[in-house]
């Protein structure tokens, strides 16, 4: 299968809600992108305000809002915390 139901931004989403000391080189494995990629994706996501970076030491530390909205027209009403609690369960 070439396609997936979710976005890579989405993908990005529940690795830092899985584990916010996540480090960028992670994420890109565990979605299938890269490094590179990731480090453009989570700079979106906080720029949008769904996630927050803290540095600590060298290392960063996310967070995720997940009281804000999703922004797809047909899920508008649903928030990120409601996507997360389904795609986030270990």
Same mark, same amino acid.
């Given at each position: 299968?070439?396609?997936?139901?979710?976005?890579?931004?989405?993908?990005?989403?529940?690795?830092?809600?899985?584990?916010?000391?996540?480090?960028?080189?992670?994420?890109?494995?565990?979605?299938?992108?890269?490094?590179?990629?990731?480090?453009?994706?989570?700079?979106?996501?906080?720029?949008?305000?769904?996630?927050?970076?803290?540095?600590?030491?060298? #290392?960063?530390?996310?967070?995720?809002?997940?009281?804000?909205?999703?922004?797809?027209?047909?899920? #508008?009403?649903?928030?990120?915390?409601?996507?997360?609690?389904?795609?986030?369960?270990?």
């Amino acid at each position: 299968m070439q396609w997936t139901f979710l976005t890579n931004h989405a993908q990005v989403l529940v690795c830092i809600a899985s584990d916010p000391d996540i480090r960028l080189r992670e994420i890109g494995d565990a979605v299938g992108i890269t490094e590179r990629a990731a480090h453009r994706i989570v700079g979106e996501l906080v720029d949008a305000g769904y996630v927050s970076r803290e540095r600590n030491g060298r #290392r960063n530390r996310y967070e995720v809002h997940s009281r804000r909205t999703l922004p797809d027209p047909l899920a #508008r009403s649903q928030k990120v915390g409601d996507l997360l609690e389904i795609l986030a369960r270990p």
